[in-house]
C-alpha cells in the first residue's frame, strides 16, 4: 500500500527550504500538481501547528503533516521531501527534522495500512538510517518496496 502512494511522482529529496512553513508548502506541492488535495490544504496544516503545537514532528528529525479529509483532500496520497539542510519546527524533543511526510486520508480508515508500513519502516533502524542518507528517489524507493 505504501509503495502505491510514495510513487517517484510524489518524492525530491535534498530540497532547499527557508523555514518550516516552506518545507510544508513543498509537501503539499507535491500533492497538489496531481490533484490529490487543494491548495487550501496547506492552510489547514498551519492552522493545526498553530492550535496544537509540533505534534506533527513525531520522532527526531520526522514530520508526518497532515490535516483532516475535509480541508482540501480529493483523493488519498502521501508525498516525502528530504530537506538538504535541517529545519527547527519548534518540538523541544525531536527537532531539527530531515524527513516531511505528508499525508492526505480521504477519510479516517483508508490511509491506515499505509501508515502500518510507514511505522515499520521508520522503527527499523537501518531503513529509518537509510532514508535519512538517500541521496535521491530510487535511495528511497529501494526502501519503500523491500
Given at each position: 500500500?505504501?509503495?502505491?502512494?510514495?510513487?517517484?511522482?510524489?518524492?525530491?529529496?535534498?530540497?532547499?527550504?527557508?523555514?518550516?512553513?516552506d518545507a510544508i508548502c513543498k509537501g503539499v506541492k507535491l500533492l497538489?500538481?496531481?490533484?490529490?488535495?487543494?491548495?487550501?490544504?496547506?492552510?489547514?496544516?498551519?492552522?493545526?501547528?498553530?492550535?496544537?503545537?509540533?505534534?506533527?514532528?513525531?520522532?527526531p528529525g520526522i514530520v508526518l503533516s497532515h490535516a483532516r479529509p475535509?480541508?482540501?483532500?480529493?483523493?488519498?496520497?502521501?508525498?516525502?521531501?528530504?530537506?538538504?539542510?535541517?529545519?527547527?519546527?519548534?518540538?523541544?524533543?525531536?527537532?531539527?527534522?530531515?524527513?516531511?511526510?505528508?499525508?492526505?486520508?480521504?477519510?479516517?480508515?483508508?490511509?491506515?495500512?499505509?501508515?502500518?508500513?510507514?511505522?515499520?519502516?521508520?522503527?527499523?533502524?537501518?531503513?529509518?538510517?537509510?532514508?535519512?542518507?538517500?541521496?535521491?528517489?530510487?535511495?528511497?524507493?529501494?526502501?519503500?518496496?523491500?
Amino acid at each position: 500500500m505504501l509503495n502505491k502512494l510514495l510513487t517517484k511522482d510524489f518524492i525530491r529529496t535534498s530540497v532547499k527550504c527557508k523555514d518550516w512553513k516552506d518545507a510544508i508548502c513543498k509537501g503539499v506541492k507535491l500533492l497538489e500538481d496531481k490533484n490529490l488535495v487543494k491548495e487550501c490544504y496547506k492552510d489547514a496544516i498551519f492552522r493545526c501547528f498553530d492550535e496544537f503545537g509540533p505534534y506533527m514532528v513525531i520522532a527526531p528529525g520526522i514530520v508526518l503533516s497532515h490535516a483532516r479529509p475535509e480541508d482540501g483532500v480529493i483523493e488519498k496520497g502521501m508525498s516525502l521531501i528530504t530537506l538538504d539542510t535541517p529545519i527547527e519546527f519548534g518540538s523541544e524533543l525531536n527537532d531539527p527534522v530531515t524527513l516531511i511526510f505528508t499525508l492526505a486520508a480521504k477519510d479516517s480508515n483508508a490511509h491506515l495500512e499505509a501508515l502500518k508500513e510507514l511505522m515499520e519502516i521508520l522503527i527499523n533502524e537501518d531503513d529509518l538510517k537509510s532514508l535519512f542518507n538517500a541521496k535521491n528517489t530510487n535511495d528511497i524507493l529501494k526502501i519503500l518496496n523491500k
